[in-house]
């Protein structure tokens, strides 16, 4: 079991930057693929980020650029960083883990793929 609580959201306009932090807890949850979704108006999850056991990282391709994801081990935390924020970016954004150490380039944006998630965090952007 992992726990994952989100933070960092807000009100933020365009073309300006957040910095998104999930903690995790619960087993060795660093040793596992952690991700970033995005849910918006429509109720779909769509992958933003995800970062493996090995700190291989993987951004999808229209946050390439301007988002970062990154980890501290040592604070059992993940990070988005995000800049350059379009109002498109808006919605509510959720980390979630998997079983998996890695995120494999072709599984780790699937959300059925992820086990483990958080109750998010809101992202509102204003043009």
């Known amino acids: 079991q992992v726990q994952l609580v989100e933070s960092g959201g807000g009100s933020v306009q365009a073309g300006g930057s957040l910095r998104l932090s999930c903690v995790a807890s619960g087993s060795t949850p660093m040793g596992k693929c952690i991700g970033w979704f995005r849910e918006g108006p429509m109720k779909v999850r769509e992958a933003v980020a995800a970062?493996?056991?090995?700190?291989?990282?993987y951004h999808a391709g229209r946050v390439k650029g301007r988002f970062t994801i990154s980890r501290d081990t040592a604070k059992n935390t993940v990070y988005l960083a995000m800049n350059n924020i379009k109002p498109e970016d808006a919605g509510i954004y959720y980390c979630?883990?998997?079983?998996?150490?890695?995120?494999?380039?072709?599984?780790?944006?699937?959300?059925?793929?992820?086990?483990?998630w958080g109750q998010g965090t809101q992202v509102t952007v204003s043009s």
């Open positions: 970062v493996s056991h090995d700190d291989t990282t």
């Open positions: 979630a883990a998997r079983a998996a150490r890695s995120c494999g380039t072709y599984t780790w944006s699937p959300p059925d793929n992820y086990s483990f």
